[in-house]
């Protein structure tokens, strides 16, 4: 089982909708969970952190974790044709000083 | 804003090379991570190493050293390079355990 665990896509929404991202994670003792954004040959950019159950919102893009079912998501509002990108989400493993990161989801917003 | 500069954006190198990686963060980060990067396998980490002369291996570090002689500057080193190291490499720091990594801009090598 991977650690962290998304799925692939490709995502595709309509400019204006709603995208909904999805992560799952198997160490039930993680503390730490990330979601960086990363254009096509570019370096992964941090868009949100995320410590706590529940929502956590910042402009566009919500947060949500859920740490007894061991998933979190992340929800772009108003979805532009720059949000279109593979977002990645990372996870602080309890065990130590190791990110574990998914293998991204790509998702493209139609004009 | 924290920066975190890798020496070179693209590298061509032959088989049995040795390579040197470098990447220099400015905002006296004590954590310092060096992934890979490939398409189907996401970030996978090599080596990270949480103080000066301090390293850890990672999930993948056959065929790879590290070297952090000062806090700013954490060095990966191919040792023979080969063609499976073809990739993308990812250099990124953190202040403290458990804080946002920031990640440099990246290094594409290709071993021919």
């Known amino acids: 089982q991977k650690e962290v665990e998304q799925n692939s896509g490709p995502l595709s929404v309509p400019e204006g909708a709603i995208a909904s991202l999805n992560c799952t994670y198997s160490d039930r003792g993680s503390q730490s969970f990330f979601w960086y954004r990363q254009y096509s040959g570019k370096s992964p950019e941090l868009i949100m952190s995320i410590y706590s159950n529940g929502d956590k919102e910042d402009g566009r893009f919500t947060a949500q974790l859920n740490k007894a079912s061991q998933y979190v998501s992340l929800l772009i509002r108003d979805s532009q044709p720059s949000d279109s990108a593979t977002y990645l989400c990372?996870?602080?493993?309890?065990?130590?000083?190791?990110?574990?990161f998914g293998t991204g989801t790509s998702l493209t917003v139609i004009p | 804003d924290v920066k975190v500069t890798q020496s070179s954006r693209y590298l061509v190198k032959r088989t049995g090379e040795k390579v040197f990686l470098e990447c220099v963060q400015d905002m006296d980060h004590e954590n310092m991570f060096w992934y890979r990067q490939d398409p189907g396998l996401g970030l996978r980490l090599i080596y990270f190493?949480?103080?000066?002369?301090?390293?850890e291996k990672g999930d993948i570090p056959e065929g790879y050293s590290v070297s952090r002689e000062k806090k700013e500057r954490f060095s990966l080193i191919l040792e023979s390079a080969s063609t499976n190291q073809t990739s993308m490499y990812l250099c990124?720091?953190?202040?403290?355990?458990?804080?946002?990594?920031?990640f440099g801009n990246g290094t594409r090598l290709t071993v021919t």
């Open positions: 990372a996870v602080n493993m309890n065990t130590g000083n190791q990110f574990y």
């Open positions: 990124a720091s953190s202040p403290l355990l458990g804080t946002p990594l920031h």
């Open positions: 190493s949480y103080d000066v002369k301090m390293k």
